[in-house]
């Protein structure tokens, strides 16, 4: 039977394929692509304001109520800045760890490193996101930590920035930074570790040789040759941050950011038009990012 | 007149292995140089050493009688084209060539003139808008020496510089390189395991093993007077005589070293012309090459003597495999060896 089935397969190479690929190509079709799609036709759509019932005739208004009130610009606003804010935090801390991993750390080092960057990720989102808060507390560890160095002055004097301070960590934006950033961090380092290492070292060993510097080797050849990775990593710290909903409710500031937006007006409000046109913003941003990132020749050395 | 390159007493160990073990070199400014030896024998550390990618844990290395043994690779007159050629993949060929003039911040005109200027040196001005990926090994190759070049460095060192060529293109660029270097009259030092490579292009050969020079000569000296019983063999092909049948056969107990070219089979019986060294075989077996023959002789149970005869139209029929034969050289050709 088995080898019937084989025989008849052999020399058939296209229907094997398509056979092979038929599941995954049903699955990204109908269940991926089709709700992506149906989340785009959605924000479309109009609402009733007296029934709150969903009305499929095909308008700009939901669009128009998205960028014409303050309140939702400066959600969208706001949750952007953090987005960059995170990604560019997130690539400084990421490089130096991901270069170590990729170029200098011996066999052992490297795979207590990678394990050691992705256990955080093998633990509950929810116990990380509760325990920063509790980290973060006005009583909590850090500020005892700085109390106990006797720079409680630093961190007073940190929190009493406009827009980013608050009273305490945990209820501020500098807080929610440091979560997201800390959240985020693995998606960026393993990504930068792989370009990193596929960097020969022979490449940064003839840049010195032709007389680059330290600082100029890093500049004219690793940074431009770690571009993919780094464009990688950022477009998960990005869309991440982008749609998270959690962090930004269980820490920091009472602003919303898109992520609550979404899940409130699909949820409580039973706007669905305007949950999907908040959502449809990232995928945008992350289009335009891409295009970018492409045209400033991120991918050229793939 | 001081030493372009000078490594005096310098020693390199990675954990347990030596690699370099108290090495003393100089090498001539303008001189082609060439350092041999089998992997793992010290040359590409010996090269490293002079390029500035590694230091050595004692002892010393001197560019133009100036102690540079700490200077970063940045800051030294030297320039290296790579074995696996290392050019930047995202840059331009005209970009790579310029990149030497990029970071010691010259203007974009004059980098791009001086670029095109080395490009045309190498016969590549057609390719300057190419990127690496679209060029064959060869143009790789002349790509990497015009990067290294621009600089004007007063040595050039060369990494296994025609290792990934095939043997066509590679015998081309052995003829090149000499050229180049000829014109330009700067100091080559290059690394090969290829010791006809090393015979055909060096003025000077350093013949390492094991960490050690085992000798320093010229490709004449090493071929016609090796000093070891590894350089003889290393260097060429050689039949490397020791022990009781070297005394049997010179009467002296030192081991010796016999060029395949340099004996000549006769028959077992029959007058030979006095003063001939002999020793009387079998004939195993008989490889043509076209231009010549290698006989193998069996001397005793571990000695097989090679035979190389040249196929001139004149010559003898050899006799069939397996016939008793003698095989004679003058005193002169055999190579008296260090024990």
Redesign the interface.
Known sequence: MLRAASRFLHGRNAFYVSLLLLPPLLWLGTAYLGSLFALLAQSFYAIDEFTAKVVPELTLATYRQLFTQPANVDIVLRTVAMAFAVTTACGIVAFPVANYMARHAGPKIKALLYVGVMLPMWTSYLVKVYAWRLILAKQGIVAWGFDAAGATPVLDRLLATPVVGGPSLSSSYLGMFIVFVYMWLPFMILPLAAALERV?A??L?????????PG?TFR??LL??ALPGLAAGSVFTFSLTLGDYIIPSVVGAPGFFIGMMVYQLQGTAGNLPLAAAFSVVPIVLIGLYLTLARRL?AF??L | MTAAIELRDASRAFGSVVALDRVSLEIAPGEFFALLGPSGSGKTTCLRLIAGFDQPDSGQVLLDGVDVTDVPPFDRDVNTVFQDYALFPHMSVAENVAYGLRVRRIATVERRKRAAEMLELVRLDDFAERRPTQLSGGQKQRVALARALINGPKVLLLDEPLGALDLKLREEMQAELKGLQQRLGITFVFVTHDQGEALSMADRVAVFNAGRIEQLDTPRGLYTRPRTAFVASFVGSANVVSGALAEHITGRCAPFAIRPELIEIRPAEGALPEGLLTAAGTLEDVLYHGASSRCHVRIDADTLLSVARAESAGAAPLPPAGSRVRLAWRPADAVTLES
């Open positions: 020969p022979s490449l060993q003839a840049s010195a040789d032709l007389g680059a510097r100029q004219n050849v431009p040759l020749g050229d050395a």
